[in-house]
C-alpha cells in the first residue's frame, strides 16, 4: 500500500490560495540516446564473420526547429506522466520494444538550447538489441536510422595543482549511416574542473553537422558516462546483447563501448562468474560453432 500523506487544515488553506501561474513554467522532455552493438556494412561473404559497430538511433526531424537535421528520440512530458513514463512510452512508439535497459543519464536545461522557449532536456540511457526493434517505415513525414558511433579525442589543456586541476578535451563525434553514406557530425569541448578533489563538467559545441539542438553534447555525455560505468560494472553492457550470445561478440560488444582491444584471456577471467554456458552453439558461417552463453541471473541480481 502506497503512503498518503495527509494535509492539515492550515496547509489546504494554503494550497487553495496558491497561484502557480506566479511563476514561469519550463516544459518538460524526455530525449533517449538509444545504443546497439549490430552488424556494420552489408554481409556479402560468409565466411567471414561481420563487423561489429556501436550504433545510435536517430530521427530525421520534419517540422521547425531544425527540419531535416537529426535529432534524437523523445517527448514532452504528457500531464498524467512522470518524466521516466514520458521515455519507456517514446523508447516504445520509435522500437516497438518494451523492457530494455532504461536509466536516466542527465538534465540538460542551459538558456538558449531549444529555439522554441524554455525547455529541459531529462536525458535516458536505453541499451538493446537492436535486431529486434521494429523501426516505424520511411515515409516524408518520418524517418528513423541507425547510425555507426565514432569518437575521437583530442587533449587541449590539462594543468594541476595541489587540490585543484583543470582539463580541456576535444571530441570529434561521427555518425554514420552504412548503407546511405549519410554522415553526421560534431566537435564538442569538454571541460573539467576539480575543486577540493570535486568534479565540475561541462561541454560546449564547437561545430555541428545536420544533429540538432544541443543533441551532440548530449550524446558525448551519454557516451563517456556509459564508457566510464563499464570500466566497473560488467552488468550494463549485457544489455546490449541477445539472450544468448558467444564470448567473442560479448568481448566486441566490451571493445567498441569502451574503444579498446582487451585480452581475450583477461577478459574471459573477469566475465566467467556473469556467464553460463548453454547447450547450443552458434552457426559462424565458414568457421567452426561457437559455444553460446546466457547470463548468470543469480550473479547479477543477487
Same mark, same amino acid.
Given at each position: 500500500?502506497?503512503?498518503?500523506?495527509?494535509?492539515?487544515?492550515?496547509?489546504?488553506? @494554503?494550497?487553495?490560495?496558491?497561484? #502557480?501561474?506566479? =511563476?514561469?513554467? %519550463?516544459?518538460?522532455?524526455?530525449?533517449?540516446?538509444?545504443?546497439?552493438?549490430?552488424?556494420? &556494412?552489408?554481409?556479402?561473404?560468409?565466411?567471414?564473420? %561481420?563487423? +561489429?559497430?556501436?550504433?545510435?538511433?536517430?530521427?530525421?526531424?520534419?517540422?521547425? %526547429?531544425?527540419?531535416?537535421?537529426?535529432?534524437?528520440?523523445? &517527448?514532452?512530458?504528457?500531464?498524467?506522466?512522470?518524466?521516466?513514463?514520458? *521515455? /519507456?512510452?517514446? !523508447? @516504445?512508439?520509435?522500437?516497438?520494444?518494451?523492457?530494455?535497459?532504461?536509466?536516466?543519464?542527465?538534465?540538460?536545461?542551459?538558456?538558449?538550447?531549444?529555439?522554441?522557449?524554455?525547455?529541459?532536456?531529462?536525458?535516458?540511457?536505453?541499451?538493446?538489441?537492436?535486431?529486434?526493434?521494429?523501426?516505424?517505415?520511411?515515409?516524408?513525414?518520418?524517418?528513423?536510422?541507425?547510425?555507426?558511433?565514432?569518437?575521437?579525442?583530442?587533449?587541449?589543456?590539462?594543468? *594541476?595543482?595541489?587540490?585543484?586541476?583543470?582539463?580541456?578535451?576535444?571530441?570529434?563525434?561521427?555518425?554514420?549511416?552504412?548503407?546511405?553514406?549519410?554522415?553526421?557530425?560534431? /566537435?564538442?569541448?569538454?571541460? /573539467?574542473?576539480?575543486?577540493? @578533489?570535486?568534479?565540475?563538467?561541462? @561541454?560546449?559545441?564547437?561545430?555541428?553537422?545536420? #544533429? *540538432?539542438?544541443?543533441? *551532440?553534447?548530449?550524446?558525448?555525455?551519454? !557516451?563517456?558516462?556509459?564508457?566510464?560505468?563499464?570500466?566497473?560494472?560488467?552488468?550494463?553492457?549485457?544489455?546490449?546483447?541477445?539472450?544468448?550470445?558467444?564470448?567473442?561478440?560479448?568481448?566486441?560488444? =566490451?571493445?567498441?563501448?569502451?574503444? +579498446?582491444?582487451?585480452?581475450?584471456?583477461? =577478459?574471459?577471467?573477469?566475465?566467467?562468474?556473469?556467464?553460463?554456458?548453454?547447450?547450443?552453439?552458434?552457426?559462424?558461417?565458414?568457421?567452426?560453432?561457437?559455444?553460446? =552463453? +546466457?547470463?548468470?541471473?543469480?550473479?547479477?541480481? /543477487?
Amino acid at each position: 500500500m502506497s503512503f498518503v500523506y495527509t494535509m492539515s487544515e492550515e496547509e489546504r488553506e @494554503y494550497l487553495d490560495s496558491y497561484d #502557480i501561474t506566479a =511563476f514561469d513554467r %519550463p516544459s518538460v522532455a524526455a530525449d533517449i540516446a538509444i545504443l546497439s552493438v549490430m552488424d556494420h &556494412g552489408e554481409r556479402n561473404n560468409f565466411r567471414k564473420l %561481420p563487423r +561489429k559497430a556501436l550504433k545510435l538511433l536517430m530521427i530525421k526531424r520534419a517540422t521547425y %526547429p531544425y527540419k531535416d537535421c537529426w535529432a534524437l528520440p523523445g &517527448g514532452f512530458c504528457r500531464p498524467d506522466e512522470d518524466v521516466y513514463e514520458t *521515455a /519507456k512510452r517514446e !523508447l @516504445y512508439e520509435e522500437t516497438n520494444v518494451e523492457n530494455v535497459y532504461l536509466s536516466h543519464a542527465g538534465i540538460f536545461g542551459e538558456v538558449g538550447r531549444d529555439p522554441r522557449g524554455w525547455i529541459i532536456s531529462n536525458t535516458f540511457l536505453a541499451l538493446m538489441d537492436g535486431e529486434k526493434a521494429a523501426l516505424r517505415a520511411d515515409t516524408d513525414a518520418w524517418e528513423a536510422k541507425w547510425f555507426s558511433v565514432g569518437l575521437v579525442c583530442r587533449e587541449i589543456k590539462k594543468e *594541476a595543482s595541489g587540490d585543484s586541476a583543470e582539463l580541456v578535451n576535444e571530441y570529434e563525434l561521427s555518425l554514420e549511416h552504412d548503407l546511405s553514406g549519410l554522415c553526421l557530425s560534431a /566537435k564538442v569541448r569538454e571541460y /573539467k574542473e576539480y575543486r577540493d @578533489y570535486h568534479e565540475v563538467v561541462r @561541454y560546449e559545441i564547437m561545430e555541428s553537422e545536420n #544533429i *540538432a539542438f544541443d543533441h *551532440a553534447k548530449i550524446i558525448l555525455h551519454v !557516451l563517456l558516462s556509459l564508457r566510464k560505468n563499464a570500466e566497473t560494472d560488467f552488468k550494463t553492457v549485457f544489455d546490449l546483447m541477445p539472450e544468448m550470445f558467444t564470448l567473442n561478440s560479448l568481448q566486441k560488444a =566490451f571493445e567498441l563501448v569502451l574503444d +579498446k582491444e582487451l585480452l581475450t584471456a583477461n =577478459f574471459r577471467r573477469k566475465i566467467m562468474e556473469y556467464v553460463i554456458e548453454t547447450d547450443f552453439v552458434a552457426e559462424t558461417g565458414g568457421h567452426r560453432p561457437s559455444k553460446l =552463453f +546466457k547470463r548468470n541471473v543469480e550473479r547479477f541480481y /543477487k
